[in-house]
């Protein structure tokens, strides 16, 4: 979603749409009344590419990046990236792909635009850098003409690049590994210094093994603030999920606030995150709650008042059992507009899909 919560980019990995299951996404624009598809289906490259596993807007709405998992573009499921940009009636290519370093990298698996949507990270969580799977990121600037890696491959050691949340200057990474150390998973946060990316701060490490902690990033606007989602803690019951806030006071990581626990048992709360531009609203997915009927899935909001995070409204439960609302969140900028994935809805056919937008009153 962009700034203003007035467009909304959504991808959908298993459209047929340019061969089986090459993926598509669909860009949606709010004209006061109604949501309007802005353009025609962007589609995958081919067949089998997956192509929407990922999406990022820029603030205004006018560049997309989509990544494309299983685009066997620098060989079989290497990845790749494709970044768009809207001129007012079409969307058209900005720059060539971004493929994947080597087969079997699944380079898109996660990405990130800054602000302005010149800055882009992707995640490659099976590139083997630094071993078998270990991960890694890069990060790539737009020059004018084309999209130019911007400094060294930022390498991980299980599954790295997970999760991936860029601020809006660019100049902050985060970076979730949830299998890191025996699944307790890890965030790591870097900063570019002009030639290089210098990690902030230590590892923050999951509570215990097996959370997964790192699922699920975002950062604030500036990058003082980052949610971690860790969807099988069992902070309240088993595999509750829950999520943490951080600060960062100019030394270290500070937690803000107590941990955000899920609802019940096997809700797995955190799978997805979302922070508005001033750190202060948070909405987490619970793709595996049941209070619409099992795995209907919810959403919870969040606000901070100074000293603890406080539910802002009721949850919002998805539609019907086995829908997994939540799976995707994105808030606004001002956290005042939320859209809610539900991957396996049926309101148009068996497991089609559905995005709900919720505005804040």
């Not at 060989?75 to 079997?104: C, F, K, M, P």
């Not at 590892?203 to 990033?217: A, C, L, P």
């Not at 922070?275 to 969040?302: F, P, T, W």
């Amino acid at each position: 979603m962009n700034d203003s919560g007035t467009v909304l980019a959504i991808g959908a990995i298993l459209n047929s749409g340019n061969g089986t299951y090459s993926g598509h996404t669909r860009v949606y624009a709010w004209n006061g009344s109604t949501w309007i598809q802005r353009g025609s289906d962007i589609n995958g490259e081919m067949a089998g590419d997956y192509s929407g596993h990922s999406v990022s807007l820029s603030n205004d709405g006018n560049i997309l990046a989509i990544g494309a998992k299983f685009n066997d573009g620098n060989g079989s499921n290497s990845g790749h990236v494709r970044i768009y940009s809207w001129n007012g009636s079409n969307w058209n290519q900005l720059g060539s792909d971004i493929d994947g370093e080597a087969a079997g990298d699944n380079s898109g698996f996660s990405v990130s635009l800054n602000n302005n949507g010149t800055i882009l990270g992707i995640g490659a969580i099976y590139n083997d850098g630094n071993g078998s799977n270990s991960g890694s990121v890069r990060v790539y600037f737009w020059n004018g003409n084309t999209w130019s890696q911007r400094g060294n491959d930022i390498d991980g050691i299980t599954q790295s690049g997970y999760s991936v949340s860029l601020n809006d200057d660019g100049d902050l990474l985060a970076i979730g590994e949830r299998n890191y150390n025996l699944s307790s998973g890890r965030t790591r946060v870097y900063y570019w210094n002009g030639s290089s990316w210098i990690q902030r701060g230590n590892d923050i490490i999951g509570e215990s093994n097996n959370d997964y902690s790192g699922h699920s990033v975002s950062f604030n606007g500036d990058g003082l603030l980052l949610a971690i989602g860790a969807i099988y803690n069992n902070g309240n019951g088993n595999s509750s999920g829950h999520v943490r806030i951080y600060y960062w006071n100019s030394n270290s990581w500070i937690q803000r606030g107590n941990d955000i626990n899920g609802e019940v048992a096997f809700d797995n709360s955190g799978f997805s995150v979302s922070l508005n531009g001033a750190g202060n609203i948070v909405a987490i997915g619970a793709r595996y709650n049941d209070g619409s009927g099992i795995d209907s899935g919810h959403v919870r909001i969040y606000s901070w008042n100074g000293s603890s995070w406080n539910k802002l409204g009721a949850d919002i439960d998805g539609e019907a059992a086995t829908d997994e609302s939540g799976y995707s969140v994105s808030l606004n900028e001002n956290g005042t507009v939320l859209a809610i994935g539900a991957i396996y809805n049926d309101g148009n056919g068996i497991d089609s899909g559905s995005v709900r937008v919720y505005k804040y009153a």
